[in-house]
């Protein structure tokens, strides 16, 4: 099923052409009517006449979260007040806060985004959905509810807290589909199986749509055998919105609506352009937002852009999974390394856990990376040669993942840090 | 002949090769007050193994695993050898022709004699040739 077959299935050079449009009007829009997109375009010498094709977007500047947090709280925005039915706020975790303004046509924006979305997951008329993502000034409470309530689903507002609640309305009102957080919803697991619930066998729930923190693909895999039901991925950030793009049922990357958004994906580093398939940062343009428009907004997530026809037939590119975060990139020896990618190599290694700390120093001219990691008990042998071919196992499989060699050290179970909310696995020496 | 009762449990200990490793696997079994008899260390880039004959092997390996070792038990076999020229060749002859291998192996001296720890590919195999041929052997009771 498809929200809207003419757009999500119109063909790749047609929805290009779209884009382009869309984005030139964005940018005369900007350039006449907004001091700071006028100043910022001036400074970096471009006039919206460069603007030629799609190609040419990559002469227009960036923009930073910083230009959200400097122009607090609503310096920025293209709308007036009395245009405005919404604020959202974002906590202020890494320094003040980020306000978001939205239009009507803004919620209509977000709202339609989200309806084609968690059509694509397969729901529709006839759902139950319990929204348990936190309602308020956070966009996840209120967007997914929107988003649900347009394509005809029953919404059940239960916000975030009190789970035997959550667990006991999902039973009694026969809910078919939730959306919260991955790591929320296997705490619901978990407080079901004490209640005596089973959420496979006691409850409806067929469909999870998770998002606002990263997850893994193993967390997917174990979350839909667990409760026997299919989890999907969704994608935003209140700077576009708020929960915007999900995948479809081949569950092979989320599908970012062409006529909304232009997507691309750039080298931290050096802001070029990368090629579909590249990992990268996630950089986006929000084409018709009213209130708050992104030109070029530096999302900070490192993903791939995937351009090929998807096989739900929807014409508009994929991202994959977010694999972690700029602010995270190591740079060794010239090569970006993530420590995502390290977690992600690590749990595909029976031998070791998933605990592990990155080491970072010069020798010489040169940069080494090292990776301590704990073994699993179960794989200790009292023979030399076996732990050193755990290690050389390990060492092998990170260089082929990361394509720098690193050094590896074995350590005992429980030996290595443990962290509490954001882990801090990376040492890096080169700054002392 | 029962060859389990050759069957000794050696502990083997996973140590980071830092400073304070083997004074920390020590001061635990002696407060638990249990006696080692021989021990050896393996050493490699970064890490070391270190195995341990002791008198109450089970108390030994709970104590070390609670305060965070990763320990695990190992099969290993005690040959008394005599502590005279040759008497490491008489049991290595055996093995040898027996086409056992030895994994690893460290000795002791003590009061009575010399003793080989052995860790061997096929143990079974191995008490079953040793004892045959006179070698004698250490059962596991002697070390508790």
Redesign the interface.
Known sequence: MKWDPRIEEMPAEQLAELQYKRMKTLVYRLYSFSDFYHRRMKENRVHPDDIRSLDDVTKLPFMYKSDLRDNYPDKIFTASQDELVRYHVSSGTTGKPTVVGYTQNDLELWTTSLARGLTACGLGRGDVMQVSYGYGLFTGGLGLHYGAERIGATVVPTSVGNTERQIELMQDLRVTAIACTPSYMVHMGEVAEKMGVSIEKDTNLKTAVLGAEPWSEQMRTHIQNEMGIRAYNIFGTSEISGPMFCDCAEQNGIHIWGDMAYTEIIDPETGEQLQPGEKGELVMTILQKEALPMIRYRIGDITSLDTSLCACGRTHPRIDRLQGRVDDMLIIRGINVFPSQVEHALLGIPEVSGHFMIIVDKKGALDEMLVQVEMNPGAFSDKVQDIMEIRTKVSHILRNSLNISVGVELAAPGTLPRFEGKAKRVIDRRLN | METDDYIIK?I?V???NKPGRLAAIAKALQDEKINIFAFSI???K????V?LLVDKPEPALKKLADI?????F?DVIAVRMKDEPGGLFDIAKILGESEINI??SYAYSGKEAAVLIL?VDRIKEAIEKMTGRGADLLKAEMFL
């Not at chain 2, 965070?68 to 695990?72: E, P």
């Open positions: 050696q083997s996973f140590s980071e393996a050493e490699a970064g890490f070391g193994v195995r965070g070792f990763m320990v695990s190992t994994e690893y860790r």
